[in-house]
């Protein structure tokens, strides 16, 4: 049995390992790229299915650009053809596909994908899928620095009234509530630039699984893991209210699987 807990509105995940997944069965680096779309369709399908609300992946980070220039080719190839075969799936699972990162700096065929993937899935009202791609958090608060600078310079933004809700609306993920929950996975405990100021206050779960192993098990184990947590925003345990709490779908899964 399983303490019961709320599910996270929002998950950020970097997902990390392809590479070694594949080198232990001694296959190109590729491959584990290849069996991590598997890993992304599962996570997606199955956050859809639980009512998380935001799912934000770390695809493909500023820093990946320095990998060999094979690596990133086919990388870029396989998220335009993993964007065109799964983009009506999506659509019918009611997902809205979204992009954050420095989006002219991608080949200009794969801006085009995400953009007909972005353009025919923005209406849907169910999982909102981020795709950080191109992305980092330096990338992301140094954009935001500079557009505050400029509407400051432009008259159109007083310095005093720069908090850390507005710093918040200038980044790539204005609009979207901070990561409740970050997993990683390959048992790396680094945050690589990923969403800095966002995960401030975010659980930060390290899965053992290399991604192309991380499937819906894992994911739910994440969860299970997060709900047993005590999230306290730097306030004692007494002030926090104790949410009204009934089982949810991770709770029914594992008391089904205990037969309990
Ligand atoms: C990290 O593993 C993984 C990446 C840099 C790329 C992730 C991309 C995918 C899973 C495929 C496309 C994504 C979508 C959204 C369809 P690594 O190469 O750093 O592994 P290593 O640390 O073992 O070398």
Redesign the pocket.
């Known amino acids: 049995m399983h303490a019961s807990g709320p599910i996270p509105v929002h998950i950020a995940v970097i997902?990390?390992?392809?590479?070694?997944w594949a080198k232990k069965r001694g296959f190109p680096?590729i491959a584990?790229?290849n069996e991590?779309?598997e890993s992304?369709r599962d996570t997606v399908e199955a956050c859809g299915q639980l009512g998380v609300k935001h799912l934000t992946?770390y695809?493909?980070s500023t820093e990946?650009w320095k990998r060999p220039q094979e690596e990133v080719s086919m990388?870029m190839r396989?998220?335009m053809r993993?964007l065109r075969d799964e983009t009506d799936k999506l659509h019918e699972n009611n997902v809205k596909v979204d992009t954050i990162g420095d989006f002219p700096t991608l080949p200009i065929e794969v801006q085009d994908e995400l953009t007909d993937a972005m353009t025919k899935t923005k209406l849907n009202t169910g999982l909102h899928l981020h795709?950080a791609l191109s992305y980092s958090g330096r990338w992301d608060i140094t954009t935001a620095i500079k557009a505050i600078a400029e509407d400051v310079r432009r008259g159109t933004l007083a310095p005093e009234s720069i908090d850390d809700q507005l710093v918040s609306r200038y980044l790539a993920t204005k609009n979207v509530p901070d990561p409740d929950l970050l997993i990683r996975t390959?048992g790396e405990f680094r945050i690589s630039n990923f969403l800095l100021w966002q995960l401030a206050y975010s659980e930060i779960y390290i899965s053992t699984s290399c991604?192309p192993d991380f499937r819906r098990k894992e994911l739910y184990e994440a969860i299970t893991d997060f709900q047993r947590r005590e999230r306290r925003y730097g306030m004692v345990s007494e002030q926090l209210q104790p949410g009204k709490r009934k089982p949810n779908a991770v709770q029914r899964f594992f008391n089904n699987v205990s037969g309990s």
């Open positions: 997902m990390d390992g392809n590479g070694r680096r584990g790229h991590g779309v992304v992946l695809a493909f990946n990388l396989l998220l993993a795709l390959s991604w």
